[in-house]
Structure formats: structure tokens, C-alpha cells
């Protein structure tokens, strides 16, 4: 999609922006100007999907079979990062590199995710993105999923926490559900949370504030499963009184609401964290959503994400908030869709895009990244820089003029200048680390990626199905983005230079 700018004088601008005024929430919200703002510093809001595709935005997919209104307006009225990737191919660690601004492999977990009762990933003491911008003056707040581990307390210290599979657990008895959970949020930086543990798929299904459970738990459900599409299920586990899985997404976003409004009236800027719970598993679309895409009920289901981001910037305009917030929409990896699903609908979720979510393919972590800041975002702007969900820290300290602490941030890169379109400097990001969920690595170099693999890294091709194949993988992403010709035969020295660089990243991490 190309977008055409066009320069108009100051005056004319504003005799339009105040005709905006008949428009919707989310247009009338993305005028310039700069009455009504009481900081230079922005608010930010950043909002992860939760297994939302890049092809699944019509405005960076034509042929995408989900109407997204407010995410095209995103695009319209502020920057698009055409070359964005989760640091990981699934949640937990995409989750740990966005806060932490380093790659999740440096942590405990060298593979796969987390389950609802695992301890906490994020390590005592680190710094993170909350953290760092409530040491420079921001209010902070995480309304959403959270998936990154949490510190339950026992009933009888001297027994195990639970018994049984992680995945699927029954013994559960010992799990004080009326104690404070630690090594959530509030421990992570963050003033004020509202949370559930993990996807909406995994137990326990609960909310928790500030630490505290909202509701006893006294439910245990046998998981869900309807045969009406695959993508509608979760599993067995403890509920709380309060919880309904088909209501969640509009309840967290109800909070994220109440808080943005709430902080309408004060000079000091925030930081809402919204780790949204859709359209991950089970695909559970409100009745005004159902046939609004051509996609089935995931495609319905991403509609609602959409509204979401609607309601978003309706709360924005509401409390006066519009011009001066820094809002952020992108996904914690891609979508898990099938082949068998883009031939049933006809719809790319992850655009053109080999794989899906969970593999080193480019479809596993490619990633929508879309901005806008009216104050200072230009509209309709677009940049090809090579960003990776690590940076956000880096950036928020550029943008608040402060270095980070030398022990964090180690894989964050600033976007700070790609953000505003000015010349990109010295230290912008060359080379991106990727990680799948079986902790396998890719290596991105410019236009060039090498896949230290001989299959996909995740679900769509496993190392046994692919153990004919070269023990690597290199492809030329400017000539052919859907990895169809590996070349690692032609470029040996090249595949070589590469692996050792991987190597030595993974190491050390990135040189300041």
C-alpha cells in the first residue's frame, strides 16, 4: 500500500482538525496539533497481540480477509516498520526480550514457554522497561496477559506446589489462591496491575490485582473443546468466581479504559504495558463480531482486536490525552495458521510470509509494528530499518535522554531516530538474533538470514522431517523474502561468517 503525502500550511491544518470533530473517536484522535498537551514527555501505550499476523492487517495485506479499521488507520496516521520481529517465535520469551530488552535464551528458559503455575522468569533485580521509565517520572501499569511466571505461595511449605504435568494439572490442592502471588508485575516495576497468569488457554483461570486475586477460586473446569473450529478450546484447571473465558478480552480491556481515563488529569506521563489475551487460542469472539471476516472465527476474532484498538484511541480523545501519547500496536509473534486454514479461507495470515508462529521461517516472527504519536509521527510514514521487539527499552531511554544501566538492555536497540524519520544513526540495528520454540537460532545480517537448522525451528517442518536437507539454511530476504532457495551451498563463506557471529552474540550479546 502506498501512501501519498501531502503538505499543507499550518492554518489549513488546524481549520481542519477542527472539523474533525464529526469524525470517529479514532480519526478525530490523530490530528496534529499541540493544544491541550501537558507534557513533552508522551504517554505510551504499547499493545501486544497475542498470535496476530502481519497479513492479517488489510492495510499491509490487500488481500487479507479481515476488516481492520482502526489498525489501517494506524497505519494512515502514523509509522509502519515493515521489517519487525518478535525476538521469539512464541510468547514467554517474546514477552521477557520486550520488557527486559534482551533475548529470552539469556534467561532460564532456553526453550518453549512457560505454564500457569511456573515461577517467575524475570530475574529479582532486573531492570526492565517499567522499571526504568518509573525511575525517570512515568507512572507505570500491566492490564493483560502476563505469561512470564509468577511466585505462588503454598498451603503446607513442606509439600510441593502441585503434582502431576505442568500442562495439565489436577492436584492443585497445596496452591494458596488466597495469598499474595509475587514475581508478577508489581515486582517487575510496574505501580499498578490487573492480570491473568498465562494465555487463555492455560490455567489457572483467574484475575490478579496488584497482586491479590480478584475473586476466590473455587471452580475447576475439565477444558473446553468445540467442533465448531479448531481454535476453539482451552485446557482443564482451576477458575475463579469471577472469570469467564468468552468475556475476558473485553474485561481487560475495560481496565486499560478506566486507567487511561483516569490518568487524564495529570502532568505526570504513563506507561501502559497491554499484553492483549487475543486471537491466541480459544478464538472466542463477542456475538457482534461473529461473520464480520471472511476468515472464519479466528478472523472474527481479530475484528475484535481491532475494536480493541478502537476503544484504545476512543479513551485517548475522551480524556484528552490524544495528542501527546506515544501508542504502539504489534504482535508477540505470528499466527498460528495453517496450511489447511489458508486453504479454507483464502486468507494469508501471515502474509507471504513461509511458516507460522513457533518457527524461524519469517512467518514465525515477522511481526505488524505500527505507531503513532500525533505530536510528533509524521503520517503515512514508513521505514524498512530492521527492528526487533528488544528495543523498546533502548528507545524509551533515548527518548527520556538517559543511559541504561550497563548490566541491562544488552540486546536493545534504539529506534528512537526511525521513529521520529530522522537520519539513523551509528548504533541503529544490523543483525537480530532469532529464537524458536524447540531453542533453535536464526541469524539475521542485513538482507541475509541463516537458520542454524535443517527444518522450520518450530511446528511446520521438525529436524526429523527435514534430515534430508542441508544441516543450515541461507536465504537473501531482498530477493526472495519467502525463503524458497536456500543457498547455503552457494555461499559457504558467507553461512560460515555468519554462524560464528551467531556464535559469538549469543556469547556476549551486543557490543554498546
Given at each position: 500500500?502506498?501512501?501519498?503525502?501531502?503538505?499543507?500550511?499550518?492554518?489549513?491544518?488546524?481549520?481542519?482538525?477542527?472539523?474533525?470533530?464529526?469524525?470517529?473517536p479514532?480519526?478525530?484522535?490523530?490530528?496534529?496539533?499541540?493544544?491541550g498537551?501537558?507534557?513533552?514527555?508522551?504517554?505510551?501505550?504499547?499493545?501486544?497481540?497475542?498470535?496476530?499476523?502481519?497479513?492479517?492487517?488489510?492495510?499491509?495485506?490487500?488481500?487479507?480477509?479481515?476488516?481492520?479499521?482502526?489498525?489501517?488507520?494506524?497505519?494512515a496516521?502514523?509509522?509502519?516498520?515493515t521489517?519487525a520481529?518478535?525476538n521469539?517465535?512464541?510468547?514467554?520469551?517474546t514477552?521477557?526480550?520486550?520488557?527486559?530488552?534482551?533475548?529470552?535464551?539469556?534467561?532460564?528458559?532456553?526453550?518453549?514457554v512457560?505454564?500457569?503455575?511456573?515461577?517467575?522468569?524475570?530475574?529479582?533485580?532486573?531492570?526492565?522497561?517499567?522499571?526504568?521509565?518509573?525511575?525517570?517520572?512515568?507512572?507505570?501499569?500491566?492490564?493483560?496477559?502476563?505469561?512470564?511466571?509468577?511466585?505462588?505461595?503454598?498451603?503446607?511449605?513442606?509439600?510441593?506446589l502441585?503434582?502431576?504435568?505442568?500442562?495439565?494439572?489436577?492436584?492443585?490442592?497445596?496452591?494458596?489462591?488466597?495469598?499474595?502471588?509475587?514475581?508478577?508485575?508489581?515486582?517487575?516495576?510496574?505501580?499498578?496491575?490487573?492480570?491473568i497468569?498465562?494465555?487463555?488457554?492455560?490455567?489457572?483461570?483467574?484475575?490478579i490485582?496488584?497482586?491479590?486475586?480478584?475473586?476466590?477460586?473455587?471452580?475447576?473446569?475439565?477444558?473446553?473443546?468445540?467442533?465448531?473450529?479448531?481454535?476453539?478450546?482451552?485446557?482443564?484447571?482451576?477458575?475463579?468466581?469471577?472469570?469467564?473465558?468468552?468475556?475476558?478480552?473485553?474485561?481487560?480491556t475495560?481496565?486499560?479504559?478506566?486507567?487511561?481515563?483516569?490518568?487524564?488529569?495529570?502532568?505526570?506521563?504513563?506507561?501502559?504495558?497491554?499484553?492483549?489475551?487475543?486471537?491466541?487460542?480459544?478464538?472466542?469472539?463477542?456475538?457482534?463480531?461473529?461473520?464480520?471476516?471472511g476468515?472464519?472465527?479466528?478472523?472474527?476474532?481479530?475484528?475484535?482486536?481491532?475494536?480493541?484498538?478502537?476503544?484504545?484511541?476512543?479513551?485517548?480523545?475522551?480524556?484528552?490525552?490524544?495528542?501527546?501519547?506515544?501508542?504502539?500496536?504489534?504482535?508477540?509473534?505470528?499466527?498460528?495458521?495453517?496450511p489447511?486454514?489458508?486453504?479454507?479461507?483464502?486468507?494469508?495470515?501471515?502474509?507471504?510470509?513461509?511458516?507460522?508462529?513457533?518457527?524461524?521461517?519469517e512467518?514465525?516472527?515477522?511481526?505488524?509494528?505500527?505507531a503513532?504519536?500525533?505530536?510528533?509521527?509524521?503520517?503515512?510514514?514508513?521505514?524498512?530499518?530492521?527492528?526487533?521487539?528488544?528495543?523498546?527499552?533502548?528507545?524509551?531511554?533515548?527518548?527520556?535522554?538517559?543511559?541504561?544501566?550497563?548490566?541491562?538492555?544488552?540486546?536493545?536497540?534504539?529506534?528512537?531516530?526511525?521513529?521520529?524519520?530522522?537520519?539513523a544513526?551509528?548504533?541503529?540495528?544490523?543483525?537480530?538474533?532469532?529464537?524458536?520454540?524447540?531453542?533453535?537460532?536464526?541469524?539475521?545480517?542485513?538482507?541475509?538470514?541463516?537458520?542454524?537448522?535443517?527444518?522450520?525451528?518450530?511446528?511446520?517442518?521438525?529436524?526429523?522431517?527435514?534430515?534430508?536437507?542441508?544441516?543450515?539454511?541461507?536465504?537473501?530476504?531482498?530477493?526472495?523474502?519467502?525463503?524458497?532457495?536456500?543457498?547455503?551451498?552457494?555461499?559457504?563463506s558467507?553461512?560460515?561468517?555468519?554462524?560464528?557471529?551467531?556464535?559469538?552474540?549469543?556469547?556476549?550479546?551486543?557490543?554498546?
Amino acid at each position: 500500500m502506498k501512501i501519498k503525502m501531502i503538505m499543507i500550511s499550518k492554518k489549513d491544518f488546524l481549520t481542519i482538525c477542527g472539523m474533525s470533530v464529526g469524525l470517529s473517536p479514532l480519526s478525530s484522535s490523530l490530528c496534529y496539533g499541540t493544544e491541550g498537551i501537558k507534557s513533552t514527555t508522551p504517554n505510551i501505550i504499547y499493545i501486544l497481540a497475542d498470535d496476530m499476523g502481519y497479513g492479517d492487517i488489510r492495510a499491509l495485506n490487500s488481500s487479507s480477509r479481515i476488516p481492520t479499521p482502526a489498525l489501517d488507520r494506524m497505519v494512515a496516521d502514523g509509522i509502519t516498520f515493515t521489517d519487525a520481529h518478535s525476538n521469539s517465535a512464541v510468547s514467554t520469551p517474546t514477552r521477557y526480550g520486550t520488557l527486559t530488552g534482551r533475548y529470552a535464551f539469556r534467561s532460564r528458559l532456553k526453550k518453549g514457554v512457560l505454564v500457569g503455575h511456573d515461577s517467575t522468569l524475570i530475574e529479582k533485580g532486573r531492570e526492565t522497561v517499567a522499571s526504568f521509565l518509573k525511575k525517570n517520572g512515568y507512572r507505570t501499569a500491566c492490564i493483560g496477559k502476563w505469561h512470564l511466571g509468577l511466585n505462588w505461595q503454598c498451603k503446607d511449605k513442606d509439600h510441593p506446589l502441585f503434582e502431576g504435568d505442568p500442562w495439565n494439572i489436577k492436584d492443585t490442592k497445596n496452591v494458596d489462591y488466597t495469598a499474595r502471588v509475587g514475581g508478577g508485575p508489581a515486582d517487575c516495576g510496574f505501580d499498578y496491575s490487573y492480570i491473568i497468569p498465562a494465555s487463555l488457554d492455560i490455567a489457572p483461570y483467574l484475575y490478579i490485582e496488584n497482586g491479590w486475586p480478584t475473586a476466590p477460586v473455587t471452580r475447576y473446569s475439565e477444558g473446553w473443546k468445540s467442533k465448531e473450529a479448531r481454535g476453539m478450546w482451552y485446557r482443564p484447571g482451576d477458575v475463579a468466581d469471577d472469570f469467564a473465558h468468552d468475556n475476558c478480552l473485553q474485561h481487560l480491556t475495560e481496565q486499560s479504559v478506566q486507567y487511561i481515563k483516569k490518568n487524564g488529569n495529570s502532568n505526570q506521563p504513563f506507561f501502559l504495558y497491554f499484553p492483549l489475551t487475543a486471537p491466541h487460542t480459544p478464538w472466542l469472539p463477542s456475538p457482534e463480531f461473529r461473520g464480520k471476516s471472511g476468515a472464519g472465527v479466528y478472523g472474527d476474532f481479530a475484528c475484535m482486536v481491532d475494536d480493541v484498538v478502537r476503544q484504545i484511541y476512543q479513551a485517548l480523545e475522551e480524556s484528552g490525552q490524544a495528542q501527546n501519547t506515544l501508542v504502539i500496536f504489534t504482535s508477540d509473534n505470528g499466527s498460528h495458521w495453517l496450511p489447511s486454514d489458508i486453504k479454507s479461507f483464502g486468507h494469508c495470515a501471515n502474509g507471504d510470509y513461509s511458516g507460522m508462529k513457533s518457527d524461524l521461517w519469517e512467518g514465525g516472527h515477522r511481526v505488524p509494528y505500527l505507531a503513532t504519536w500525533p505530536a510528533q509521527i509524521k503520517p503515512g510514514t514508513r521505514s524498512d530499518q530492521l527492528l526487533c521487539s528488544t528495543d523498546l527499552m533502548a528507545t524509551c531511554a533515548e527518548m527520556v535522554g538517559k543511559k541504561l544501566p550497563k548490566d541491562a538492555g544488552e540486546d536493545s536497540y534504539s529506534f528512537w531516530k526511525a521513529l521520529r524519520s530522522e537520519p539513523a544513526g551509528k548504533r541503529m540495528r544490523q543483525t537480530m538474533i532469532y529464537h524458536s520454540i524447540d531453542g533453535l537460532f536464526g541469524f539475521r545480517q542485513q538482507e541475509w538470514v541463516l537458520l542454524d537448522c535443517k527444518g522450520s525451528g518450530g511446528w511446520s517442518l521438525s529436524e526429523k522431517g527435514a534430515e534430508k536437507r542441508p544441516s543450515m539454511q541461507l536465504y537473501n530476504l531482498k530477493t526472495d523474502p519467502s525463503e524458497q532457495t536456500n543457498l547455503v551451498e552457494q555461499h559457504p563463506s558467507r553461512a560460515k561468517a555468519m554462524k560464528q557471529l551467531l556464535e559469538r552474540q549469543i556469547e556476549k550479546g551486543r557490543t554498546r
